[in-house]
């Protein structure tokens, strides 16, 4: 597997994603995956509030589903739950924002399709991956890694249930969330800082079921685990939510 980011000018609010996709993705072949970072998505989509009008505090109340009430908050960041997804401060972004709180995109997934639709066409290609990513914290570890907020064009999920390990013994539960491990291999690519590179192309992915529709609502389901079946549903449901 190759991760490669694509450099690209400052991306301004207000720009057509469509055409900042002419402009750089000069070329895609079947089998490849297209990453966008959801944060050009926002500027694109005009989701972003001057830092002038409100508080962080009371944005987050607005975006979030749910707020973790907590009286130790040593980076100003507040644990939250937004679109099924556990997210530092619902998403909310002041990196590289000039002034202003870059909020989630909109439509997540129908952005994904969109693009998928439009490329394919382009390209001329049946068998493309296409995901919109966003930076993610695990507990207990430094650093961020990634995950997928909307996809389209191959399953977000590769089973290992019933499929014997390395002593002939089935496996139970284990799956590989494909969507959250190609965002993070683009995450490490494209970067935190200044180094201007929203998109990258993923090829020769492994574990890679590629399919000519966009998600069924039952498969946006399948990625999401409830918080009572939650391997950390001792600490998720025991925790003081706020909900909004």
């Not at 068998?127 to 570890?141: A, F, Y």
């Not at 929203?198 to 685990?225: D, Q």
Request: with cysteine; charged share 20%; aromatic share 6%.
């Amino acid at each position: 597997m190759q991760t490669s980011p694509i450099k690209t000018h400052k991306v301004t609010l207000g720009e057509s994603l469509e055409n900042i996709l002419d402009q750089y993705v000069t070329n895609l072949n079947d089998g490849d995956i297209l990453a966008i970072t959801s944060k050009i998505v926002s500027l694109c989509q005009g989701q972003v509030v001057e830092k002038s009008s409100i508080s962080k505090r009371n944005l987050i109340a607005r975006e979030a589903d749910s707020v973790l009430h907590t009286d130790h908050n040593p980076y100003d960041l507040y644990l939250t739950i937004k679109d099924n997804i556990l997210i530092s401060s619902a998403g909310i972004d002041e990196s590289n924002s000039n002034g202003v709180y870059i909020l989630y995109p909109q439509n997540v997934q129908t952005v994904a399709h969109t693009v998928w639709k439009y490329l394919t066409t382009k390209f001329s290609i049946t068998d493309l991956g296409v995901i919109i990513t966003d930076s993610h914290t695990t507990p207990m570890r430094w650093g961020v890694t990634g995950i997928t907020l909307g996809w389209c064009g191959f399953e977000p999920l590769y089973s290992y249930i019933d499929k014997p390990d390395i002593f002939g013994q089935p496996m139970r539960v284990t799956k590989i969330n494909l969507l959250d491990a190609l965002a993070t291999s683009a995450t490490l690519v494209m970067g935190e800082g200044d180094e201007q590179t929203p998109l990258a192309i993923i090829i020769k992915a492994p574990k890679i079921s590629f399919v000519k529709h966009p998600p069924t609502p039952e498969e946006e389901k399948s990625v999401i685990i409830s918080m009572e079946d939650d391997i950390y549903a001792p600490l998720l449901m025991g925790a003081k939510w706020v909900k909004h």
